[in-house]
């Protein structure tokens, strides 16, 4: 099994621009996470899928934001237009679902907006 | 889900057993006690979890109090690959999914 398969592992973009950040979940897990951690908040929650239907956006920062699952084997988390306080490690993670199952993480994306 | 408590930093040395302990005092009946760690520059990486029952696998053990109001993570024997930030969550699972809150975790040093 690869793994959940994220990409870009980095990115650099000039403020205003659009990002896309991809991600590959675990074949056969049917939640997919989405996660941001920086130096100050730590790990924050965006937003969940569960069998490809978003569950809780709560943690989605702005409009700006925004993400898509339209199978089960492929999730994308856009930023539009950018910002430098975006730049962040963006993790994405999924999970079999149900009681007392844990995540699968990816490597990463390290977006840096300059 | 019921928050959790955690030092913020503990030290072990190489080869002796690290001991990381969290306290979660207002944990419901139905919620499960989650470990993860994250290794720097990677994602975080589950490593155990359990209801009430003390838990192990190959990478940990999971000691749970008769109460369930605590709960500690040992790593038998420490190596210097184990220095990360370990993380201590409990959640329950509902109907539409599930989410898990990282808090700010214990960063273990292992020493030589």
């Known amino acids: 099994d690869a793994g959940v398969i994220q990409s870009p592992r980095h990115e650099v973009t000039e403020m205003g621009q659009e990002v896309t950040l991809r991600c590959k979940p675990i074949?056969?897990?049917?939640?997919l996470f989405w996660y941001r951690q920086t130096m100050m908040r730590g790990l924050e929650l965006l937003i969940y899928?569960?069998?490809?239907?978003?569950?809780?956006d709560s943690g989605m920062p702005e409009d700006r934001f925004s993400a898509k699952m339209p199978n089960a084997s492929f999730s994308t988390l856009k930023i539009q237009p950018s910002e430098p306080r975006d730049s962040a490690v963006y993790f994405c993670?999924?999970?079999?679902?149900?009681?007392?199952?844990?995540?699968?993480f990816g490597s990463g994306t390290r977006l840096t907006v300059v | 889900d019921a928050k959790t408590t955690q030092p913020t930093s503990m030290d072990c040395a190489e080869g002796r057993a690290a001991n990381l302990p969290c306290n979660h005092s207002?944990?419901?009946?139905?919620?499960?006690v989650y470990w993860y760690r994250q290794i720097h520059s990677q994602g975080p990486q589950y490593i155990i979890h359990?209801?009430?029952n003390n838990e192990t696998n190959e990478m940990a053990s999971l000691i749970i109090t008769e109460d369930r109001k605590s709960s500690t993570l040992i790593l038998p024997h420490a190596t210097l690959r184990d220095t990360a930030v370990y993380y201590c969550?409990?959640?329950?699972?509902?109907?539409?999914?599930?989410?898990?809150?990282f808090g700010a975790g214990t960063r273990l040093f292992v020493k030589a």
């Open positions: 993670a999924s999970s079999t679902g149900g009681k007392g199952y844990g995540y699968t």
């Open positions: 969550i409990v959640r329950a699972p509902n109907t539409g999914g599930f989410k898990t809150i």
């Open positions: 207002t944990i419901s009946g139905n919620e499960y």
């Open positions: 074949s056969g897990h049917n939640s």
């Open positions: 899928f569960n069998n490809n239907v978003p569950i809780d």
């Open positions: 359990g209801l009430k």
